[in-house]
């Protein structure tokens, strides 16, 4: 649903989309090894682009939560949308083919990378933890409170419009929010901080000992079962399908216990896992005595 006269974006707002689309071009560059500029569409511009994109284009959904609140969505026309999907693929640019389910579910992917960016930048600056949520395809259903829009281009792919959309909840967290401004410590927070622990039973006390010992972890994606002949014969250029679609979680691995789920997103150069979902403590301290 698109507002025909959206409010003007507040300070925090404009930081909030500029955060964003830092971490767009960041993500994008690291995936391609070119850099990628943006270009802030007009306020005319960017309501244009989204009257146009309406139902015809690929919309993507995100919840807000945490330190802001509210809902976002981001709308790209399809050519575009073709465009990202197989940057991430690694595949040639062909834009003559139809926009499938595996393009759609690999512009999802890239869209979470790009918040998993946004929100390790908006933290310091919003003054607690940010978390952006991808919710699903399609319009919204609610009015923009605020837009803008940005114009992608990069020697690596053809130009491309990326309009977002914030709901009125989230234009109001915003522009009470701290964004925007040098993020000064609390000095409540430290009067606050928690007193000194009692000393800890003698079990945990056993534990405590091993706290500095370091494992080895590891990011599964997926596995499936392979005849010893098919591994034998595997050579470069091989693809071997795993079990795990694409925005399925990945798992966080000591030794062959599964101690976490996450997402893989993209931080100064190298892979990582923004952690979603841990196991209790007491399946992880059963994963160390194996």
């Excluded at 309406?54 to 939560?65: D, K």
């Excluded at 940005?150 to 915003?174: C, F, H, K, M, N």
């Excluded at 370091?214 to 392979?226: H, I, N, Y």
Aim: aromatic share 6%; proline share 6%; hydrophobic share 45%.
């Amino acid at each position: 649903m698109i507002n025909e006269n959206p409010s003007p974006a507040s300070r925090g707002a404009k930081v909030f989309l500029s955060v964003w689309t830092t971490g767009v071009c960041e993500v994008l560059e690291k995936i391609t090894g070119t850099a990628f500029t943006a270009a802030d569409l007009s306020p005319k511009e960017a309501g244009e682009q989204a009257r146009k994109l309406g139902e015809e284009g690929v919309w993507l959904r995100f919840t807000v939560a945490g330190a802001l609140k509210g809902e976002q969505s981001f709308g790209i026309c399809k050519s575009g949308a073709l465009r990202l999907a197989q940057i991430l693929l690694g595949e040639p640019f062909d834009e003559t083919r139809d926009f499938s389910n595996d393009d759609q579910d690999a512009l999802a992917e890239l869209f979470r990378q790009f918040a998993g960016a946004a929100a390790l930048a908006l933290k310091p600056r919003a003054g607690g933890e940010v978390s952006l949520q991808f919710a699903g395809y399609g319009p919204a259903n609610w009015k923009p409170h605020a837009q803008g829009g940005v114009r992608l281009e990069s020697e690596a792919a053809a130009q491309s419009l990326l309009v977002a959309l914030l709901d009125p909840g989230l234009a109001e967290s915003l522009a009470s929010s701290p964004l925007g401004k040098a993020a000064q410590p609390s000095r409540a927070a430290k009067r606050s901080a928690s007193p000194a622990p009692t000393p800890p039973p003698q079990e945990t006390r056993k534990v405590d000992l091993l706290l500095d010992v370091e494992l080895q972890v590891s990011l599964r994606f997926g596995k499936r079962a392979m005849p010893l002949g098919d591994i034998l014969e595997l050579s470069a250029g091989a693809v071997v399908e795993l079990d795990q679609k694409i925005l399925e979680p990945v798992e966080l691995m000591v030794g062959n216990k599964v101690v976490a789920h996450g997402e893989v997103v993209v931080m100064d150069g190298h892979y990582a896992l923004r952690v979603t979902e841990v196991v209790n403590s007491a399946e992880r301290l059963e994963s160390l005595r194996e």
